[in-house]
């Protein structure tokens, strides 16, 4: 059932002027089905909404326009709603299968590429779980954890109370990690007949990889909702897979957190989409609201980001009901639902602070508290009403912030306060000397976005439609707003409602992209949050019944031909220029074969394995350590998840083997952690990727207040290092460096040395301890 078939028997002139008043509604915008205007125009309808109910096939007691009152005319009318609804009924099975088709192969597409990629399917075990790089290989140790642990129970129990991942600490990881969806699919793999016939590693990635047919999906839906045609939902999935690299990594980091949660994440704003719809019946809205809840939950338990995400969300729903564009009950739901899946993934997580402490769950609480006892709102005039709105958002952002001090000191949480210094020193508000920030600001994926996104994005014909859409839309959000604000929406005439009515739908997914937008603008790793939506909402433009109607009223030529034949023509010769000029390239990219190769971490890897004890504790890089969490199963000092205070202090510590300090020191740190080995990596002691100022070698300097190595300018107050750089200088036998460490292994890449427990130096002159492995 559409959304126009909550309408009623009442749908005809006499409602619509009866809801005149109410422009951030305005149910005469026109979300229907293509066979619905057709049905208008031959009654006469036009575009107002005189001719919905016989475009239902609705029998309406009232005459509608151009029917005279005639009641065999009626009944004419009423005739062809059975061949109607079956139209209706092929157009949305032909939608839906290509939909699936669609997603089917861009979840095909991106394991051929990941199969192809490292040849996948013929590496070795250690191999395959090396691939997992970074914080992905730690993720999925978890998975592979559970799997080996003797029970479902013990390996939960593991999980609860884990003393491998972060020596000398007992860490509840299903509280500080975001994890459940590798316990589930390990729990789901063990209940499964599948063991025989699909190896472990298979079953993950390939759930992984059919998100992206979820993904896929749901912006497909979105786009056809809004624009009420399958033809845009065709165009953004079709733009989505050929802007690959905008829009997804999936291929080679398949268990980051994010190919988790963007799926739900594009579910919920479908979700979301569809209950700001017009004319839903209260039981529609409440099973769509039930879905923005599951879609919003599944979202916030897959990724640690999820308040920062909802936070932008809630202020979007905040914009949209200070303009009076979503009616105050939906807004309300709306805010209910984002607290609500908070505080359900807060219980799983075992009352995880964060949550509590987040910024999203102080405003809307803010904002419902605010809303309800300033009352008068929404009367006055216009100047009167801005000033109202103007003192309305100074409290709500006042007590945001002052409910989440007082939080944030109750629980005295300071979890997340690496990220707030992110942002000041980004914007220039912070030290530029933080260690944690500076390590944030020197990734090129936390860097502005490039400009040549915009390049590849214009070479398939995206960026046009897309900057057209967002320009006419936020204009007409502009009137809109500024009419609704004015209190004049009453006196406005049809032909005023049709050039610029706007729907709550469209106006909250043009809210989003602009919003989300300009966060994938300050931010690179941002832009997979915004490029889906992109290609949803470039779809619209081309083929909604909005912006062309406009278009052809403002150029005086609007009839229902002429808009039938533009929103069917002209996506068809996109995508006709699309299959012609990528369809080749995508095929060449499935079949390009590649050879994962990384033979020093395998020996790394493998000399661990069987020459270290497993109950053996290495410090390292946080990028390493999660890999040999994941092949050896050995304890760590540290890893890559950043969203722990004392983590982050142990990681700077730890990473003190490539600052210029004395063995003693660093021999001090590493036992204070509970490290027993060290592993020590030429690709970071002789650093060349970044420039000068964002090496870690010059982070650490600056941190540590020491000038920075080779030609360049320092900082007046930074002053010469008193000692080597301790990387550097351990490899040349030093006896006070052999009295602490002894070299166990070597290769090109990696230098591992076990630490000394005894406190008495080597004699003068004293070999570095043990042979080279």
């Known amino acids: 059932m559409t959304s126009r078939e909550g309408a009623g028997k009442s749908g005809g002139v006499r409602k619509k002027q009866e809801s005149c008043s109410l422009a951030r509604v305005n149910p005469s915008s026109g979300h229907g089905s293509e066979e619905e205007e057709e049905r208008r125009a031959e009654s006469g309808g036009g575009g107002g909404g005189g001719g919905v109910a016989a475009g239902l096939g609705v029998s309406d007691n009232a005459p509608t326009k151009g029917s005279g009152g005639d009641g065999g005319e009626n009944v004419r009318k009423v ?58 290989g730690l993720y999925y140790s978890y998975y592979k954890q559970m799997l080996e642990s003797p029970s479902i129970q013990q390996g939960l129990s593991d999980l609860i109370s884990d003393n491998a991942t972060e020596s000398r600490r007992t860490v509840n990881l299903l509280q500080r990690m975001n994890i459940y969806q590798e316990v589930f699919l390990s729990v789901l793999y063990r209940i499964l007949p599948i063991q025989e016939y699909l190896q472990p590693v298979y079953f993950y990635i390939y759930t992984v990889f059919a998100l992206q047919a979820v993904y896929v999906i749901a912006l497909y839906i979105t786009s056809w909702m809004l624009s009420g045609s399958w033809l845009a939902g065709v165009l953004t999935a079709t733009w989505y897979i050929i802007n690959r690299v905008d829009t997804t990594r999936v291929e080679f980091t398949i268990s980051l957190r994010e190919n988790w949660s963007l799926p739900f ?10 209950y700001l719809r017009p004319r ?18 599944c979202f916030c338990l897959t990724w640690q980001f999820n308040q920062f995400i909802l936070l932008v969300q809630a202020l979007i729903v905040f914009g949209l009901d200070c303009l009076d564009l979503v009616p105050p009950e939906q807004v309300t739901s709306l805010y209910l639902v984002q607290a609500s899946s908070l505080l359900s993934v807060w219980a799983l997580q075992f009352c995880n602070p964060m949550i509590l402490g987040s910024l999203v769950l102080s405003f809307i609480v803010a904002a419902l508290f605010v809303r309800h006892f300033q009352r008068g709102l929404r009367t006055g005039g216009l100047l009167l009403r ?84 967002l320009s006419v839309l936020l204009l007409m959000l502009l009137m809109v707003g500024l009419r609704n604000l004015s209190g004049s929406s009453g006196a406005r005439s049809q032909r005023e409602e049709e050039i610029i009515g706007l729907g709550p739908d469209v106006s909250y997914n043009l809210l989003h992209t602009v919003c989300f937008g300009v966060l994938a603008l300050s931010t690179m790793r941002m832009k997979y949050l915004w490029t889906g939506h992109m290609c949803a909402f470039a779809a619209y433009g081309v083929c909604g019944k909005e912006l062309w109607g406009l278009y052809l009223r403002v150029i005086r030529c609007h009839s229902q031909t002429k808009l039938r034949l533009i929103r069917y023509t002209i996506p068809i010769v996109i995508l006709a220029f699309l299959y012609y000029k990528f369809w080749p390239k995508l095929m060449e990219e499935v079949s390009e074969l590649r050879e994962f190769y990384d033979p020093d971490t395998v020996e790394l890897m493998t000399w661990i394995s069987s020459k270290t004890s497993k109950k053996a504790v290495f410090a390292g890089s946080m990028q390493l350590l999660a890999g040999i969490k994941l092949c050896t199963g050995r304890t760590l000092t540290n890893h890559p998840h950043y969203e722990d205070r004392e983590l982050r202090e142990r990681t700077r510590q730890v990473y003190q083997v490539y600052a210029r300090q004395p063995p003693e020191e660093v021999h001090r740190i590493l036992r204070a952690a509970g490290a027993d080995y060290v592993v020590l990596e030429d690709s970071i002691c002789y650093e060349r990727r970044h420039s000068r100022g964002c090496r870690l070698r010059d982070l650490l ?73």
């Open 701 to 773: 300097d600056v941190a540590n207040g020491h000038i920075m190595d080779g030609p360049g300018e320092n900082d007046p107050d930074l002053v010469p290092a008193p000692h080597p750089r301790f990387c550097e200088e351990i490899k040349r036998d030093a006896p006070e460096f052999g009295a602490l460490f002894t070299r166990v292994f070597r290769n090109k890449t990696f230098h591992a040395y076990k630490l000394r427990k005894g406190k008495k130096r080597a004699r003068a002159g004293g070999r570095a301890g043990e042979p080279d492995a």
């Open 386 to 469: 801005l000033a109202k709105l103007l003192l309305h958002t100074v409290l709500v952002l006042s007590l945001t912030f002052t409910l989440n001090y007082l939080t944030k000191t109750a629980l005295q949480l300071r979890s997340d306060e690496h990220i707030f210094k992110f942002i000041k020193a980004k914007f220039g508000f912070g030290s530029t000397r933080d260690f944690d920030a500076n390590l944030y600001l020197c990734e090129e994926a936390f860097g502005l976005l490039p400009l040549d996104t915009f390049e590849r994005l214009a070479g398939t014909l995206m960026v046009y439609p897309y900057l057209c859409t």
């Open 79 to 136: 005739l062809p709603a059975v061949p109607s609804r079956l139209g209706r009924a092929v157009a949305m099975a032909t939608g839906a299968a290509l939909a699936a088709l669609i997603g089917s192969f861009q979840a095909w597409r991106v394991f051929s590429i990941h199969e192809n990629l490292l040849w996948f399917s013929s590496l070795e075990e250690v191999e395959r779980e090396i691939s997992f790089r970074t914080e992905c």
């Open 280 to 297: 839903l019946r209260p039981l529609q809205q409440k099973v769509v609201l039930w879905l923005v809840f599951l879609s919003s939950f």
């Open 265 to 274: 994440f594009a579910l919920q704003v479908a979700a979301i989409t569809c």
